[in-house]
Nanobody, 128 residues
């Protein structure tokens, strides 16, 4: 089993919703922080949302604040990203990720330097 496995991607009309899931295989308990990142063709990878399992703190990119919600179900070893009010600029490959030691949020932004484990990604497309 892959350590992190995303699912739930698909195609939706602008304004619609999708929920992404990440099976974490127990990484929830071993991670300082976990999160969702995305990368569109010919663009740099972008942090979308992160969560600290220990305290439950969550942080979001400004571009998704108020529209996306990250959450953890530790009983199911699953991390979710609820995406509402999807926009044409949201399509990307979405990746879940885990950092065992280092922060995922610093200097008022989501960072990925400490990420050690990545999923393979799930694709989200939005039609206008």
């Amino acid at each position: 089993q892959e350590p992190l496995m995303e699912s739930g991607g698909g195609s939706v009309q602008a304004g619609g919703s999708l929920r992404l899931s990440c099976a974490t295989a127990g990484y929830t308990w071993r991670s300082n922080c976990m999160g969702w990142f995305r990368q569109a063709p010919e663009k740099e990878r972008e942090g979308v949302a992160v969560i600290y399992p220990g305290g439950g703190n969550t942080y979001y990119a400004d571009s998704v604040k108020g529209r996306f919600t990250i959450s953890l179900d530790t009983a199911k070893n699953t991390m979710y990203l609820q995406m509402d009010s999807l926009k044409p600029e949201d399509p990307s490959v979405y990746y879940c990720a885990a950092s065992p030691l280092f922060d995922c949020y610093s200097g008022s932004r989501i960072i990925s330097g400490g990420i050690q484990t990545w999923g393979k990604g799930t694709t989200v497309t939005v039609s206008s």
